[in-house]
Structure formats: structure tokens, C-alpha cells
Nanobody
Framework: QVQLAESGGGLVQAGGSLRLSCVAS????????MGWFRQAPGKEREFVAS????????DYADSVKGRFTISRDNAKNTMCLQMNSLKPEDTAIYYC?????????????????WGQGTQVTVSS
């Protein structure tokens, strides 16, 4: 069982930066692939980024590639998403998620554990 808690969201102007954190409880964190997803009002939840259990492989949605960086620290049970050059279309609730396996995925259906989400608002 893994419990996840996001933090770091907020209001920022276009072009600015935010750093989201996801802290996990439970010993299994270091064996789980992790991901970030987001959901904007009136839209479906979409994949943002993922990272394998040891951080050896990362994956990004085309819309954030080159602007966002996902990372993890297994010793601290923490995963982060550094978001630079933010755009108004990045406005959404951001969720961290954990799979019960080593390999990451772009599908939200493949993730078993979810945080409550943190709001990111980018003003133009």
C-alpha cells in the first residue's frame, strides 16, 4: 500500500516556473514506477511524465517535453516535477501516481495509487 501527497502547486505567470513534489509513504516506493498526470476543467486526465523505479528512464508528453523534468529520490520517498516556461494551457490539477511494478506507462489505467492533486494555474 502506498499513499501519495502532492505539494508545490500555485499561481504563476506565463514563462514562470514551479516545482511539484510527491511524497510517498510505504517501503514499496523504491520499487514502483511513478507518473504525473493532469486534468484541466472539462477535459480528461492526461499523461504528463513518468519515471521508472530507479529513475533510469523517463518519458514525457510532447506538450511538455523540453520544459518539464521528472525526477525521484528513493532514499527520501519523493518524486518531483520541475516545470519551466509555463504556459496558460498548463493550467490543471496535477496528480502523482504509482504503479505496482518497475516499468512506467502513459496510461492512467496502469497506475494503482493516486494522490489528491495540486492545482497549478498559469496566468497570461
Amino acid at each position: 500500500q502506498v499513499q501519495l501527497a502532492e505539494s508545490g502547486g500555485g499561481l504563476v505567470q506565463a514563462g514562470g516556473s514551479l516545482r511539484l513534489s510527491c511524497v510517498a509513504s510505504g517501503r514499496a516506493f523504491s520499487t514502483y514506477a511513478m507518473g504525473w498526470f493532469r486534468q484541466a476543467p472539462g477535459k480528461e486526465r492526461e499523461f504528463v511524465a513518468s519515471i521508472t523505479w530507479n529513475g533510469g528512464r523517463t518519458d514525457y508528453a510532447d506538450s511538455v517535453k523540453g520544459r518539464f523534468t521528472i525526477s525521484r529520490d528513493n532514499a527520501k520517498n519523493t518524486m518531483c516535477l520541475q516545470m519551466n516556461s509555463l504556459k496558460p494551457e498548463d493550467t490543471a490539477i496535477y496528480y502523482c501516481a504509482a504503479r505496482g511494478t518497475y516499468c512506467s506507462s502513459r496510461s492512467s489505467n496502469d497506475y494503482y495509487y493516486w494522490g489528491q492533486g495540486t492545482q497549478v494555474t498559469v496566468s497570461s
